[in-house]
């Protein structure tokens, strides 16, 4: 989009976002549907650079230089895929004003009241792959957040994500929103310059592989709000439901496998080995789940009659990194282990602390296993695959956090707000420090019922 | 106190931080208490090895080795610090519990439901410089909040601190508080092996300089919370009263010039230089306040008749880095600037977003103020030393955020958790995800009212 260099580019978007402070939400919410016509009038334009990234992909694949997968990824055209990008910028224009609404409130002393309120976190850098959608997505819910953006997608779209942008910023020319609120550049030697301007840039956002998010933490030091990975388990209790176990075990593995809340991992109490565990096989194996198990899990299936008729091909003996491994796939590691507490020891050490399940009918195991893992989501008789910003409830899902700081499991627009404070005196001498302390004035830290700020016009 | 290495430290802290996710929190509470009976126990043992510290960064201030303040800072046994370090530890076990209470609820189905809850973010580590009762204040703030915390002090407090941790770990030691939640390290290596740790540390709390800040951050990509520098300003809007701005002006540079909520910069709309700014001037000048003015400031009050007495004394012309300095005594920069507007600008583009004030009767002009400061505090009519955890009403201070990540601005017992999502199906077959979609169940997103999760025990 842009010929300016780097620290051009994070201080235009600084002033963007700070200009963008006395615009009403209501026009944000507005320049979202002002992109969507402006994007709807260049359809044409940017299916035909995205047939052309398409193609580049295609020899790209052949050569065996890009897996086939993307291709997939990159394809605009493909069913709905433009009709439902349209779509969810009028839902996010939709959602609730994520900012201005207050958190805090106390009245310090009489005619002096003090407010923290939501507002948006400044500028943020998103990193993505493939996926172009991605920038528009990701405009959406930088606008309606009231944050400036800046946008980096993957080479093999390019050509579909410079006009998308250039089509943003027309949409944005028509209203009172900066025009330079959200840039899109191109190169990864400015994405290397950026991630230094921690004095502009207020949050990384990547969205992608575990690699990118590891390589933009270890190159910043500003904030990075990311997920590295997702190695979820479920853990079938010495007082689980045979059903539950069957439907959650599965849900939780078939569902989606290649997503970041499936399971990669079955926990056994020892207490079930016999008694539940067979059943839950037999669905994974008809399901042509390949099981790598440990040697107790392993015993129980050969001892079975009749014996599991794809026992020899799809399972097999794990090994130790099995239980570190995200499988991604149709895959699932299986550990027998003697208690609950054990469980949560385990989980605490090999999840990446995302989303783990529990199957019991005991309310004790299970306020236990809530309490005792450590992850930004823990289920009972429920799937992992629940851990989701739309099913949440969010309206929409800026990405899910394994990080605790800031926000943490699927985030909606809630993480990318942050608050300030707000302080107004309306005593007729104003108010100073130096009139409060021993012998002197009292704080009097009464709570105010409030979800607004008044003084705000 | 160890001689373990960083890694076993780190690990150990991880543990002991897992183990104690079922311990109720008003064990946290008692455990506070042991604390403080353990630390009185060892009053004399204590304030002798600070004597030996005292006695031993004396003669680094002979030599010319360390700053005589320091030495203050030093000493534990100075006026009532002892025994209001003592107070602390019970002010802090009577404070709200910050874990367990729900901010998001929701019935995402007929008997599915979701509860977003507080919970402690797991290791902290604590790097701090000079005054030992940090060991204890922040001992205190870790416990009461579920956190385990790894502490490393200045080496001139060494003994101090050595004692401290010792005395600490005694108290945990009586009840089940796991003894390895509060670590002590003394060397400055072990700090950078640590550094490397996000496995097993969270967050990182650096209080201290701007340069240890920096440090830090450029060095971990551990999240890191911490103030690097309070660059605050108050500004005197067209429409200020003049008393205000005198008792504002006055009371937010002098009440603590050396706190980071002091006020550097006092920023004159053009119409009041001949109006209140005299007024103001003279109020600084009485109180010793040096000056450095712009030209406009500077004519108006060589205008002035009578000449304040001490204006050749107090007031010299400031130059461009004036207003990008963190004085940090009784010095203030003055610019005089045309418009409300472009005050903004400037406070937006040379403060350090920490707390910002304006003086004016207008209420548009106020709302204008908070909406576009981007600052952590945005005040009106009152001094911006306000900016404080125990003014604000949160019984105690963590520290002051200029981040805006996770917490900003005065940090209380809340910046020391995060949250996470409990789920819970009550169905008789569970819940799985694959029974919602097109043509099947709908999610309700029903807001649950609840403040806590009722199926925890």
Chains 1, 2 share one sequence.
């Not at 995302?354 to 309490?371: G, K, L």
């Amino acid at each position: 989009m842009s010929t300016f260099n780097a620290h051009d580019i994070a201080k235009a978007a600084k002033t963007a976002f700070q200009d963008s402070q006395l615009i009403p939400s209501s026009e944000r919410a507005h320049a979202l549907h002002e992109i969507r016509k402006s994007l709807e009038a260049n359809k044409t334009e940017i299916l035909k650079a995205n047939e052309q990234d398409l193609q580049a992909a295609e020899l790209e694949v052949k050569a065996g230089k890009m897996p086939e997968t993307l291709l997939k990824r990159l394809d605009l055209n493909r069913g709905d895929k433009w009709d439902s990008m349209l779509q969810g910028i009028l839902d996010v224009a939709a959602l609730p004003d994520p900012t201005g609404n207050v958190s805090y409130a106390s009245e310090l002393d009489d005619e002096l009241e003090l407010y923290r309120v939501a507002c948006p976190i400044g500028v943020l850098l998103v990193i993505f792959e493939a996926r172009p959608e991605v920038v528009v997505n990701i405009t959406s819910l930088a606008i309606k957040s009231g944050n400036a953006a800046i946008l980096k997608g993957g080479k093999e779209s390019s050509r579909t994500t410079t006009l998308l942008a250039r089509a943003i910023s027309t949409g944005l020319a028509k209203t009172s929103v900066p025009e330079l609120y959200v840039q899109s550049i191109q190169t990864r030697a400015e994405v290397s310059s950026l991630l230094e301007l921690d004095q502009y840039i207020d949050l990384v956002i990547p969205r992608g592989s575990n690699s990118l998010v590891k390589n933009i933490q270890n190159s910043t030091r500003i904030p990075v709000m990311g997920h590295a990975d997702g190695l979820c388990s479920v853990f079938i209790d010495e007082h689980a439901d045979v059903s539950k176990a069957v439907r959650v075990a599965l849900d939780s593995k078939i569902d989606y496998p290649a997503a970041c809340n499936a399971s990669e991992t079955l926990i056994l109490h020892e207490a079930v080995v016999n008694t539940v565990w067979p059943s839950v096989a037999k669905a994974l194996l008809e399901a042509n789940v390949k099981l790598l198990c440990d040697p107790i899990s392993l015993g129980a299936l050969k001892e079975l009659s009749p014996r599991p008729t794809n026992l020899e091909t799809l399972v097999s003996p794990s090994d130790v990194s099995s239980y570190d491994t995200e499988h991604l796939d149709l895959i699932l590691s299986v550990i027998v282990l003697p208690s609950l507490q054990s469980a949560i020891q385990f989980i605490n050490s090999h999840s990446s602390h995302h989303t783990d399940s529990i199957v019991t009918e005991s309310e004790a195991a299970a306020s236990m296993f809530c309490r005792g893992v450590d992850s930004a989501g823990t289920f009972v008789n429920a799937s992992t695959r629940f851990a989701d910003g739309f099913r949440y409830g969010f309206g929409t899902e800026v990405g899910v956090s394994t990080g605790r700081i800031h926000a943490r499991g699927p985030v909606g627009l809630d993480g990318l707000v942050t608050y300030k404070y707000m302080m107004k005196s309306k005593a007729p001498s104003g108010h100073i420090v130096s009139e409060f302390g021993a012998g002197k004035k009292q704080y009097k830290h009464k709570p105010i019922n409030a979800t607004a700020v008044p003084f705000l016009t």
